[in-house]
């Protein structure tokens, strides 16, 4: 079972409004990742959680705060963010971050827009 | 700086044909490849990965050739199927904390 779960699918908040997306996975895995994707283009890496510990902030705006309460949950709380912000945001995890063959499995996406 | 490059952004395949998707790397401490398949607005699918100490990986319809002196991976779709239209995404890691550099991605289409 390779299964990344990600809530809600889709989200539509204003500029003003605090809301979270959430990730989990059953895998065991130690390691768990945000990233964001605009139309056309790759996924760009956010943060990555080793252990359950932020071990890369790919220079992310503090609008944008992850948090890993547990080593199967993902959380990302979003506040004040902007429109340019609306994109697909995606979970992976994988067995750890720095294993000579970890592939990272992704979850379906969070598909979210700023009004 | 773009490590990681596809330089076709579109394919078109007829159906039952061999889809052949390239991949082109700069960094050469990249180490370990992987491909992924994407559907408009769902989360990318792992296909199929290779290490650096390999030169093909296979698994079913899906073959990767990775060739480390010309930096150049690709992968095979063979038969190719209309339910393989999607986004293909080459990526890359050289084990820094988890970080995978992908590729801008290529189109796939399978005419039936």
């Known amino acids: 079972d390779t299964e990344v779960t990600q809530t809600p699918k889709h989200l539509v908040m204003g500029m003003t409004n605090k809301k979270s997306l959430k990730c989990e996975q059953h895998?065991?895995?130690?390691?768990m990742y945000w990233y964001k994707q605009k139309a056309k283009k790759p996924p760009e890496l956010m943060f990555v959680?080793?252990?359950?510990?932020?071990?890369i902030n790919e220079s992310v705006p503090s609008r944008f705060s992850p948090e890993c309460p547990n080593s199967s949950l993902l959380n990302l709380h979003l506040h004040a963010l902007q429109p340019e912000d609306s994109a697909l945001y995606l979970c992976?995890?994988?067995?750890?971050?720095?294993?000579?063959?970890?592939?990272?499995?992704f979850g379906p996406g969070t598909r979210l827009t700023v009004l | 700086d773009q490590q990681v490059k596809q330089n076709s952004p579109s394919l078109s395949v007829q159906e039952g044909r061999i889809s052949i998707l390239n991949c082109d790397y700069t960094?050469?401490?990249?180490?370990?490849f992987l491909w992924y398949k994407k559907y408009p607005a769902e989360g990318p699918t792992f296909l199929i990965s290779?290490?650096?100490?390999?030169d093909k990986n296979e698994d079913g319809r899906f073959t990767v050739f990775l060739n480390k002196s010309a930096k150049h991976l690709s992968l095979h779709i063979v038969p190719s199927q209309p339910g393989d239209s999607a986004v293909y995404f080459c990526?890359?890691?050289?084990?820094?904390?988890?970080?995978?550099?992908f590729g801008q991605g290529t189109e796939l289409s399978v005419k039936p």
């Open positions: 895998m065991g895995h130690r390691a």
């Open positions: 992976a995890s994988s067995q750890t971050s720095g294993g000579r063959t970890d592939t990272q499995y």
């Open positions: 290779i290490s650096s100490i390999k």
């Open positions: 960094n050469s401490m990249f180490d370990y």
């Open positions: 990526a890359a890691s050289a084990h820094q904390g988890g970080k995978l550099i």
């Open positions: 959680y080793s252990y359950e510990k932020l071990s």
